[in-house]
T-cell receptor, first 114, second 115 residues
Framework: DTEVTQTPKHLVMGMTNKKSLKCEQH?????MYWYKQKAKKPPELMFV???????INESVPSRFSPECPNSSLLNLHLHALQPEDSALYLC?????????????FGSGTRLTVV | AQKITQTQPGMFVQEKEAVTLDCTYD???????LFWYKQPSSGEMIFLIY??????QNATEGRYSLNFQKARKSANLVISASQLGDSAMYFC????????????FGAGTILRVKS
């Protein structure tokens, strides 16, 4: 299995909703990442988990809450989002936290906040 | 300061011709890695090619090659024999150990292949 699987592929949520994005990989990778990508812009790093511990938080608002229950799974919990949080959310993984052997990305979750 | 610069917002190329997508970078770290990714409209980021800062030879992967000029800090992607399916956004990205090995992306270049 050489994939990063993200669910759901599309999500529409209200500003008072709570939802979660899920990311899964079975490649034995020990680092996992969340990126946010606005339309026609490059991805921007949000969080890095290394060996199941949060190692980088790029000053992301607390309405985004990451969780790494185990080495294969990464969640992003969403609460009280704003319309400007609408974006493509990409998950990635790498064999080590140095990205020595490259990064594998999922196909993303397209989030719309209404 | 911008770490990765892609100066071509959009490019057109005729099918079956070669095209070069430009990328320059800025780092003081002697150990770094450079990546090119393709992103079709579906959103998935597809890895194309990698060049390490200590690699002596330019990287090649099938129709993709990387023109790595270390002294000029450039890492241009060359796509040979363009196909209609190559139409997509292309991102150059750099990994810097100095900054926690974060992967930082350039602004991207939209490539359109014409038949």
């Amino acid at each position: 299995d050489t994939e990063v699987t993200q669910t759901p592929k599309h999500l529409v949520m209200g500003m008072t909703n709570k939802k979660s994005l899920k990311c899964e990989q079975h490649m034995g990778h020990r680092a996992m990442y969340w990126y946010k990508q606005k339309a026609k812009k490059p991805p921007e790093l949000m969080f890095v988990y290394s060996y199941e511990k949060l190692s980088i938080n790029e000053s992301v608002p607390s309405r985004f809450s990451p969780e790494c229950p185990n080495s294969s799974l990464l969640n992003l919990h969403l609460h009280a989002l704003q319309p400007e949080d609408s974006a493509l959310y990409l998950c990635a993984s790498s064999q080590d936290d140095a990205g020595t052997y490259g990064y594998t990305f999922g196909s993303g979750t397209r989030l719309t906040v209404v | 300061a911008q770490k990765i610069t892609q100066t071509q917002p959009g490019m057109f190329v005729q099918e079956k011709e070669a095209v070069t997508l430009d990328c320059t970078y800025d780092t003081s770290d002697p150990s770094y890695g450079l990546f090119w990714y393709k992103q079709p409209s579906s959103g998935e980021m597809i890895f194309l090619i990698y060049q390490g800062s200590y690699d002596q030879q330019n990287a090649t992967e099938g129709r993709y090659s990387l023109n790595f000029q270390k002294a000029r800090k450039s890492a241009n992607l060359v796509i040979s024999a363009s196909q209609l399916g190559d139409s997509a956004m292309y991102f150059c990205a750099m990994r810097e150990p100095e900054y926690g090995n974060k992967l930082v992306f350039g602004a991207g270049t939209i490539l359109r292949v014409k038949s």
